[in-house]
């Protein structure tokens, strides 16, 4: 039973915590990305497409990926080139996302996918209990914390981190510096694309490998509160991306375990949840203050 | 080669005008290549997406019909955005607007006389708007993103519907269907022959709220002040306009606004409740409330240009034997274009070379 829980802990926390790990990076470099809805469900739906096209779940994730970076460039143009409203951009992404995403996804309604094969190691996946936990999750799962240790590691630690910090912290200083500010948010951006279309991906070539349309379901506005949550701590948002999914499952325990409460309010814990967590979070300023990027949603023009 | 944008000294009036205008015409452009793209004519494809709908009196009914409830909402929404309050919670407003305005005709059926009609009305209001208060309440005391919890606050509010309407509130008579009891005579909004369109109370309703809020926000101290504290908050208040009262205002407003329009368009298109009310206006205002500059009159004009995108979903699946999703995606490009034609407004873009550009730096 514990096992079970844990299991189905780790697949709803995975897709939230691979958009958020994307999200992180690219406030950090002081750019406010609204849309992680829309490029995580157009990951789905190029996830799922790839995958009962070619027959490969691998190359169905490659194609979510690639169409989050795709949408994402479509937000990085208008914000950081033409300086549009970040926020309003990030809502046009999200909007444009969950229309297109169902419209190329309307051929697919009803159709079986193939399921991302999990590791098998013989031996290992087979021992009680840790096996399966440990040895037994498919790719997605172990890049997911891939990514929350590289991000660490590529944020505090090498230096092209500290210029896209400082690029964040303060892109007036970063240029004068001869940085270009531009171009690392364009990167960053990107990054943010590939990880909200990987966590896409994994809803449906991983988690139910199915296409419904907004499959997504409000988990890219959930990754975004991960990151305040976080306070931007790549390690943070695995423990807030965890504490999420459990709160998912407990839903379909309790609903199995015929607790008398309708499911539309168990169904509504998660958002409730991320509301609780976002005011208990913004109670305790001053370390929200101290990691905030400074320039995050500040349009940046360079000058000569 | 790369685009450079050059500031401009002051904003370009002549742009401000043109800049919708030029997002539309890049609109029709794009839906054009993806007709072209789909193996249809690019021509036939805007003419039955953007303008067969409206040639007919019943298209333009259809067009007032859908336009209404966008344009209210996104009025309400305009306050907000020009105040610096992210409200993009509207579709739950509108949704439990239409849920505590609903009450009279679903908990007391005997109650029928005149006096229905408005209380529904001002229920919905006071429903929508004490709902938008609980992220604006949020901001001003937590300080907590009113981005997220507004719209973390939709699923709920969505949810909170259909556990109604499958719960406590479904119709006996229902067959078991998730629906509520037909609202009575007094409870629904009829419409009414003008000049061959059937309109109801709604329309003449969002012409009297554009007219108002035109006025408010050109010519009274409360429109000074929404657009003070929307561009600087510290001068506005050394003007002695408070931020927190602000937000409460453009928050219980746009929320009144949301739960107006969702009521009413329960009350003369469904005439009960269900478990989805509304396709999605709520959000499709956002579109509205940018497209229209954050203007009233803009948002009107805006209301009627999005809402006939809806229309042309239809017909384009009719008569092109296409999806009407392409609706949601012309929407979502549209705003895109919005975004970007803006930045016409503040900056010249320029076309730099590579030579140019490097001896612009030197």
């Known amino acids: ?304 | 080669m790369r685009l450079e944008l050059v500031k401009r000294s002051e904003k370009s009036r002549l742009m401000s005008v043109l800049s919708p205008v030029v997002a539309v015409a890049l609109t029709v452009v794009f839906a054009g290549i993806v007709f072209a793209a789909q193996g249809h004519s690019p021509l036939a494809g805007i003419w039955y997406f953007f303008l067969e709908p409206i040639t007919s009196l019943w298209g333009v009914e259809q067009l007032i019909t859908k336009a209404t409830p966008l344009i209210i909402i996104a009025l309400g929404l305009s306050v907000c955005y020009l105040s610096n309050n992210w409200n993009i919670g509207a579709e739950g407003q509108l949704t439990i607007g239409a849920i505590v305005g609903s009450i009279p005709p679903i908990l007391f059926p005997d109650f029928v006389n005149p006096l229905v009609l408005p209380l529904m009305l001002i229920l919905a209001m006071v429903g929508g708007a004490l709902f938008a208060l609980i992220p604006a309440k949020l901001k001003t005391t937590f300080g907590t993103n009113e981005i997220l919890t507004s719209l973390m606050l939709v699923y709920c509010s969505n949810l909170f519907l259909d556990w109604m309407v499958r719960g406590p509130w479904r119709s006996p008579q229902g067959y078991n269907f998730p629906i509520t009891i037909d609202f009575h005579e007094w409870a629904v909004l009829n419409a009414v022959d003008v000049g061959g369109i059937y309109l109801n109370l709604s329309a003449p309703i969002a012409l009297v709220l554009v007219a108002v809020l035109a006025v408010v926000m050109r010519s009274t101290l409360k429109g000074f002040e929404i657009r003070v504290l929307g561009q600087s908050p510290r001068a506005g208040s050394f003007a002695g306009f408070s931020n927190r009262r602000m937000t409460y205002f453009a928050f219980a407003l746009s929320g009144a606004l949301a739960g107006l329009a969702g009521m009413m368009v329960v009350m003369s298109e469904i005439g009960k409740l269900q478990p989805v009310i509304s396709p999605g206006y709520g959000f499709t205002a956002i579109i509205v409330a940018f497209l229209g500059r954050l203007n009233p009159v803009g948002i009107l004009i805006a209301g009627l240009v999005i809402a006939s995108s809806y229309l042309g979903g239809e017909a384009i699946q009719t008569s092109l034997q296409m999806s009407s999703k392409l609706a949601t995606v012309i929407q979502g490009v549209l705003l895109f274009f919005v975004l970007a034609a803006d930045t016409l407004i503040l900056y010249k873009v320029r076309l730099v070379t590579g030579r140019e550009g490097e001896g612009a730096h030197a």
Do not use: C
Not at chain 1, 74 to 99: D, H, I, K
Not at chain 1, 167 to 174: P, Q, R, T, Y
Not at chain 1, 237 to 247: H, K, M
């Open chain 1, 1 to 304: 039973m514990l096992e079970a829980i844990i299991l189905t802990i780790i697949t709803a926390a995975t897709p939230l915590l691979l958009a958020a790990v994307g999200e992180l990076v690219v406030e950090k470099s002081g750019v406010l990305n609204l849309g992680v809805e829309g490029m995580m469900v157009m990951g789905a739906v190029a996830g799922f497409a790839v995958t009962v096209s070619t027959g490969s779940p691998l190359l169905g994730i490659v194609g979510g990926a690639v169409a989050g970076v795709i949408v994402s460039l479509l937000f990085a143009f208008v914000t950081l080139t033409l300086v549009a409203n970040q926020v309003a951009s990030g809502l046009a992404l999200t909007l444009f996302g969950l229309g297109l995403s169902g419209l190329m996804g309307e051929s697919f309604v009803g159709q079986p996918g193939i399921k991302l094969a999990s590791l098998d190691i013989p031996g290992l996946t087979t021992l009680p209990f840790v096996g399966k936990v440990l040895f037994g999750q498919d790719i997605l799962v172990y890049l997911s914390f891939a990514a929350v240790f590289g991000v660490s590691w590529f944020l505090n630690r090498t230096r092209a981190g500290l210029i896209l910090r400082a690029v964040g912290d303060n892109h007036a200083s970063a240029h004068a510096l001869g940085y270009s500010v531009i171009g690392v948010r364009y990167l960053a951006v990107m990054f943010g694309g590939a990880m909200a279309g990987l966590g896409g991906a994994y809803l449906s070539v991983a988690y139910t490998p199915l296409w419904v349309e907004n499959m997504t379901a409000g988990r890219g506005w959930i990754a975004l509160a991960l990151v305040v949550f976080a306070s931007w701590m790549p390690w943070r948002a695995a423990i807030g991306a965890y504490l999420f999914g459990a709160v998912t499952v407990l839903q379909f325990h309790a609903q199995a375990l015929g607790i008398g409460f309708p499911s539309q309010f168990l169904a509504m814990l998660p958002y409730l949840a991320t509301v609780i967590v976002l005011v208990a979070i913004s109670g305790n300023r001053r370390a929200t203050l101290f990691n905030t990027p400074s320039s995050l949603g500040k349009p940046f023009v360079p000058d000569r």
